[in-house]
């Protein structure tokens, strides 16, 4: 390794040292904010457990067993504690440990997520170039009505409109619903993903292909690609190898934010589907106000924030040609 | 990184980046997958029903969730359980006997009880049940069910026979008994690893997602019909219509009313309509401003157009209620009341003569169960022709939890015979007692008639009870829903039931 690559390697772990501490702060001020709006929240878990036919006395009794007679600042700072101990706390409501809960919807989630980005993102990198290089023709005109079309329908209107097709009333192709064996890894059971992964692809491409296409337009028109051109270069060769890798750096950032926001963020195609994800975990825990599995998930989904914004950053910095705006 | 070296190898990093990112994206990309479906396996039942991560298999420490609750009815007995018609049979009791006065019950259990690890099942364990049920260091659900038993007072006469002494007579004591929340264990009961005497046997259990069971072959009697019983959970309704319409279950549990014309249509599915014992009140508190004046109270039973509200609120599928609860069930039969009607003229006239003209008042409900909302806003539109304004409040489960017992207006659900119906929910101290009534003359004969054993005898006292319900009580019982439920065409032994459903007796479901 040269000095020069040594000296970008210290650079960049400076950068992420710095990123790493402050995403730590931003965690904890994360963490606080959301169990102070828990607090807030009108409602009582011990009453949630017991439900309407509860006494008094019973409500006391089980809050004492879950400490929620104590100061708020105490219940936190106790949670705290043994979350820097590795332990995520039991959950109040179903007084089992909060990854036995999260820890398969996580993988579920992350492996779906996955899956459909895995998918999306050539897909709409292939939509958006030939869309780009065909911009007002018949295709571009057609996929673009196509893909405003699938992101103005609401996610559940979308989820079930893929279901009538798909599954229940035209063809019979894949299973309506997520119904995932527990006892089997989630890898092993396609067949039962392939409706929420569709779903996902079609959301994720559509939005994520016009981003593309914008944004190659705009690299086909800079005075670069043009001199390339009157220097006689090859179309295909200008695509590929000037106009594409200027082309990823928004592509990357936003198909990073699609992750991590699909990743907790689509409850609704959860609960259409019936898929146990990370999402609709994280609604139940907050309808029922279980506290300690509200912290994990929400701590999960910020630090999928957190490291996938890194991951995408360093990425931009790898595809970001030097002379325009690489890390100097 | 001015070094024209670092920009060598940060461009030489860009391509060789491309290069192998575009591959490894690539070849997730057509990751393979089998999409077939597999197949079903007919002696394996497959139920849909709502739960959450707080599932359980504790028959008594549970929320009482959907999937809790078909799995209790399946894996434990009760000493006694509903028919169909919400008469009350023996289940694991072959025989309660009272004393002259219903202050001492003896009951007999049936022979040849074997719980799933093979052990004979006996009095041991009901006096250990029992104790388990009103443990108060662990509330359970049931507890408030049988208050009136002190435990100490529970003792064995022989292995099959309980003699339970109670402080007070207690007429209905074998029909108490058929609640959901009073399952039997055995002496040592570990929900971890769960042992009953019922017709299904634990196999494995993922809390918020499935449970399995398989058939128990010594059961005291008919045995299932099915080798396997699996429980899936599924929140959403449409979900699980599809789940249903797609061959992935055999039974769903939850049908909205609204979506009942699906399954109708559909000749693959069967639509179950059990007409329930479930009330929606639109309950008025009567020690609390506006509705401490009993004429307050009449005048808003007059202003609801109970036809419309079953029409609207619940799709037609229920009965038109007459501000008495339980529905015209068994054993009692048809209320000797003539039927409310609307009468907005009185209705005025009433709120008039209590200075409560142009009333405005906030309805607060809650997305509970089907019907909640859309008869509170049912009932409002119906209340302005009276001069009446409602505000309907539609607040979230845990906000409403937080203030229950305390809205001075609001909307509740209840679902059981009359007297236990009476005892959470019309009496002071009942945890269902919404609307604070405390009628003097009305506690006095729900005393009698707890106190009677003789049915008929009994019947009698309650038509009392239930006209003074109607003529001074805080509820606006305007409607009766009944319970939806859909299973695939072709399976037999599914039959509707009034208080119990068809799902807490899985053993009789066959494949046709």
Known sequence: MTNASRAASRTIRGWLVRRSALAILMLLIVSFLIFCATQALPGDVALIVLGKEASADQVQMVRQQLNLDQPVLVQYLRWLTALLQGDFGTSLVSRVPVTDILLPRIMNSFFIVTLSMAVAVPVSLALGVLTATRKDGLADRTIMAGSIMVNALPEFVLGLFLVLLLSTSVFHVFPAVSLLSPGKPIWTQTDRLAMPVITLILLQVTYLYRLVRGTVIDVLQTEYVQFAALKGMSPRRILFRHVLPNALVPAIQAAGTIFAFSVGGVVVIEYVFGFPGLGTALADAVGMRDIPVVQAAVLVISVTFFVVNIITDIVSFMLTPPGRGGRN | ?512
């Open chain 2, 1 to 512: 990184m001015s070094d024209k070296r670092t920009i060598e190898y940060l461009t030489t990093t860009r391509r060789n980046f491309l290069l192998g990112t575009t591959g490894a994206v690539l070849s997730l990309g057509v990751l393979p997958g089998s999409l077939a479906f597999a197949a079903d396996d007919a002696v394996t039942l497959r139920v849909a029903a709502t739960g959450s991560n707080a599932d359980s298999l504790d028959p008594h420490r549970t929320q009482g969730q959907i999937t809790d609750i078909v799995r209790f009815m399946n894996i434990y007995d009760g000493l006694s359980e509903y028919n169909p018609d919400a008469s009350v049979g023996l289940s694991l009791a072959e025989s309660f006997t009272p004393n002259a006065d219903s202050t001492e019950w003896t009951l007999k259990l049936k022979a040849g009880i074997k719980t799933h690890d093979g052990k004979d099942f006996g009095a041991d364990d009901i006096i250990f049940s029992v104790k388990r049920i009103l443990d108060k260091e662990h509330p359970t659900k049931g507890s408030a069910l049988i208050s009136f038993i002190d435990p100490a007072n529970v003792t064995k006469v022989d292995a099959a026979t309980v003699l339970f002494k109670l402080k007070d007579p207690y007429g209905p004591f074998p029909d108490v008994w058929a609640n959901r929340y009073l399952r039997m264990v055995p002496v040592g009961f570990d929900p971890a690893k769960p042992v009953g005497t019922g017709a299904f046997k634990y196999v494995s259990f993922t809390p918020g997602r499935e449970s399995v069971f398989e058939r128990f072959d010594d059961y005291f009697r008919e045995k299932a019909k099915v080798k396997t019983l699996q429980i899936v959970n599924i929140s959403d309704a449409a979900a699980s219509i599809n789940a249903l319409r797609g061959g992935q279950v055999d039974m769903a549990y939850k049908i909205p009313f609204a979506e009942a014309r699906i399954i109708v249509a559909d000749q693959a599915m069967k639509l179950l309509n059990n007409p329930s014992a479930m009330a929606i009140p639109i309950y008025m508190r009567t020690d609390v401003e506006p509705f401490k004046d009993v004429r307050v109270r009449q005048a808003f039973r007059l202003i609801a157009n109970r036809e419309q509200m079953v029409k609207v609120a619940l799709a037609g599928y229920g009965a038109v209620g007459n501000d008495v609860q339980g529905r015209s069930i068994a054993p009692c039969g048809p209320t000797p009341i003539e039927q409310r009607k609307q009468d907005i003229a009185q209705a005025r006239k009433l709120l008039d003569e209590a200075g409560k003209a142009g009333l405005t008042i906030d309805l607060v409900t809650v997305n509970g169960t089907s019907g909640m909302v859309e008869c509170a806003q049912v009932f409002a539109e119906q209340a302005k022709a009276a001069g009446v304004t409602i505000n309907v409040k539609v607040t979230e489960e845990a906000a409403y939890l937080a203030n229950y017992g305390n809205w001075t207006f609001g909307v509740d659900f209840l679902s059981d015979a009359y007297l236990p119906v009476v005892a959470r929910s019309l009496l002071p101290g009942g945890t269902f007692n919404t609307s604070h009534w405390n009628d003097a003359d009305f506690n006095a004969l729900y005393k009698k008639a707890v106190s009677i054993s003789n049915v008929d005898q009994r019947c009698d006292v309650i038509h009392d009870m239930q006209k003074a319900e109607y003529e001074r009580g805080g509820n606006i019982i305007w409607g009766f829903a009944n319970t939806l439920n859909a299973y695939k065409a072709g399976l037999a032994g599914i039959e509707p039931y009034v208080v119990d459903s068809p799902f807490y007796h899985l053993r009789k479901v066959s494949f046709a």
